[in-house]
C-alpha cells in the first residue's frame, strides 16, 4: 500500500507532520536583519501566518503597526540596540519603543536634532562615544524620562548640553573642546552622582559661579584639563576627586575645605611644590591619597592625623629627607588604621638613611616602596 503512494505526498505528510509536532529546536539566535524581524514574531504568529497562506486568506501586512523593525544594519535583541561602528551619520530612525539601551559609538554623527529620540521613554543608557557631534538641539533629550547613563566621551562639543534629563545619575563627557562650565548647567540633576569631564581645555576662570549648584555627587573627574588650582564650589558631597594631570602648583589652606566627606584625592601628575600647613586636616575621612609625580621637596605636613588614611602616593617627587614623624603619630592613640600602602621611590632620598621607627604604622614592610633614586 506504501508504494502506491507517489514520493512527493511521502513529503508532502513528513513536512505536515513537522509542523505540527511540538517544536524541539534551540532558542531562536538573532543574526541579522531579517532574523530580528522574524523573531519578534511569537511561534503563534508564524504558523497563524501559515496556515492562513495555505488557506489563501492571508492579509498582506506581517507586522502589527505598533511594532517597530530595528534600524537597517544593527544588531537588536534583550531591548539593546547596538548601531556602532556603521559609519552612520544620523541617529538612525525606527529605533524599537521599549530599548533599554542605545549603543551608536564609532560612527560619524555631528548633530543631535530635537526628534532623534522620540518614543524611547524607556531608555536607560545611550552611548554617543566617539562620534564628531558639535550640536545638540535644546530639546533632544526631552522624551527621555528614564535615562540614567550618558556617555558623551570623544565628541566635539564646546558646552554642556542643555536640559540633560532629571533622571541622569552618570554623565561622562571627557575627551571634547569643552572650555566653559555655565552657571546652573546641571540645574535639576539632583540624582547625579558620578561625572567624569576630563581632558576637556577648560582653564579655573571656566566654571562661573555656581556651575556645580544643585549637584550632589560621590565622583568628579577633571583630569588632562588645563587647571592650576583646585576648583571652587564642587560640591561638597563628593567622596571621590581626581584632578590629576593638570598644572596645579599648590595647595591652599582653603582649597580643600569643603570636603570633608573625601575618601580618595587624586593629584598626581601637577606642578605641586607646596601643601600649605593645615589644608589636609578638613580630609578627616580621607583613605587614599595621590601626590606622586609633583614637585614636591618634603613630606606633606599632617599626615599623621589623619587617622583613616591607608594608601599614600608621593612618588617622583623632589623629597631628599623622611623624618621619623612623618607618617605616623606619637603612640598610636590616634591612628585608627595601618598603613597598607606607603610608595617613595624616585625620590632623592636615600632609603638606608630613614629610621625603621618611621613606618611603625605600617601593616607590613612589603607595603613600603622605596628605591635608588636617578637622575
Partial sequence: MLKMIPHCSILLLL???????????????????WDFAMDSMDSGGIMAMMRDEEEGSATG???????????????????????????????????????????????????????????LTHLYGLSLRNNFISKVHPKAFVHLK??????????????????????????????????????????????????????????????????????????????????????????ETLNELHLDHNQIQAIELEDLSRYRNLYRLGLGFNHIRNIENGS???????????????????????????????????????????????FCPRGFGMKRTFYNGISLFGNPVNYWEVQPATFRCVSQRLAIQFGNYKK
Fill in 15 to 33: 513536512c505536515a507532520a513537522q509542523l505540527l509536532s511540538p517544536s524541539s529546536a534551540l532558542p531562536f539566535e538573532q543574526k541579522g536583519f
Fill in 146 to 235: 528614564q535615562m540614567q547613563k550618558l556617555y558623551f566621551s570623544k565628541n566635539y562639543l564646546t558646552t554642556i548640553p542643555k536640559n540633560l534629563p532629571n533622571s541622569l545619575v552618570e554623565l561622562r563627557i571627557h575627551e571634547n573642546r569643552i572650555k566653559k562650565v555655565a552657571a546652573g548647567a546641571f540645574t535639576g540633576l539632583v540624582n547625579m552622582n558620578c561625572m567624569e569631564m576630563g581632558a576637556n581645555p577648560i582653564h579655573n576662570s571656566g566654571f562661573e559661579p555656581g556651575a556645580f549648584k544643585g549637584l550632589r555627587l560621590n565622583y568628579l573627574r577633571i583630569s588632562e584639563a588645563k587647571l592650576t588650582g583646585v576648583p571652587k564650589d564642587l560640591p
Fill in 280 to 326: 589636609l586636616s578638613y580630609l578627616p575621612r580621607l583613605r587614599e591619597l595621590h601626590l606622586e609625580n609633583n614637585r614636591l621637596s618634603r613630606v606633606p605636613k599632617g599626615l599623621p592625623d589623619m587617622k583613616y588614611l591607608q594608601v599614600v602616593y608621593l612618588h617622583s617627587n623632589n623629597i631628599n629627607q623622611v623624618g621619623v614623624d612623618d
Fill in 61 to 119: 501586512e506581517v507586522l502589527p503597526p505598533d511594532i517597530h523593525i530595528c534600524p537597517f544594519g544593527c544588531h537588536c535583541r534583550l531591548r539593546v540596540v547596538q548601531c556602532s561602528d556603521l559609519g552612520l551619520t544620523e541617529v538612525p530612525k525606527n529605533i524599537p519603543q521599549d530599548t533599554k539601551f542605545l549603543d551608536l559609538q564609532n560612527n560619524y554623527i555631528s548633530e543631535l536634532k530635537e526628534d532623534d529620540f522620540k518614543g
